[in-house]
């Protein structure tokens, strides 16, 4: 685990700008590196935030879309369509405007799809696919995602792992149905906590008063089962990006000295 790093701008607007473009830039890099990027999206007002000023962003076409894989952390096990889905909300904020190959989307399963309303068969699935997506250089059965970005919950969960629910205690799957989920809808489909570690790089943003207490409880030394954002890093680099609402409770000691 590496020590996770604070950047804390001043509002939720700076902050979705400022991780915007730090996105593209991290999607150019991988791409000159290796030919393609893949990077997993979250949902909620702040993931929809970022992608809404990444698709305002002049310098977005500096990203060859067409070699971008997109995944996502967590879906609301909802019909095709559903505005609350994180990928219809995706697509409005971002996705219909930009030239990406339909076959490097992969969106999880709906509860109208092929699997019906079985949510752990659609996890499976969900899984199956990362699985085929992996290389034998990720040495395990999800790829090595270049970015993986989290949302935290005011309760400190990211994706649908929430506190002290079995999906957050897995240890050997990479995907898994929820049920009784504190937020509605109820039946979720998430990436676990093994699987969100394989990543290179993990992003966790928060903006807001509400995010405040979540933010201080999971940067001061809180167990993954109580405070699930605890338990979520990168294999290279942890980032937490912050608004200064949400950075509000953080200790002084871990307050960066210079932030945007």
Known sequence: MNTPQLVVHHDKELMAQAAAARLITKIVDAQASRGTASVVLTGGRNGNGLLAALAAAP?????????????????????????ERNVTQAREALLDSVPLDPERVHAMPASDGPYGTDVEAAAEAYAAELAKAAGPENHGPVPAFDVLMLGVGP???????????????ETERTVVGVHGAPKPPPTRITLT?????????????????????????ALSGAGEI???????????????????????????????????
């Open 59 to 83: 310098a977005r076409d500096a990203v060859d879309w067409g070699r971008l894989d997109l995944w996502w952390g967590d879906e609301r096990f909802l019909p095709e369509g559903d505005p």
């Open 155 to 169: 309760d400190t969960h990211v994706a649908s792992l929430f506190p002290e629910l079995p999906a957050v205690r």
């Open 193 to 217: 906590l093994p699987a969100i570690r394989a990543a290179r790089e993990v992003w966790l943003l928060a903006a807001g008063e509400d995010k405040a207490e979540a933010a201080a409880i």
């Open 226 to 260: 109580q405070a699930p954002a605890a338990g979520a890093y990168g294999t290279r680099r942890t980032l937490w990006l912050l608004d200064s609402a949400a950075a509000s409770q953080l200790p002084r000691s871990l307050y960066p000295p210079a932030s945007p």
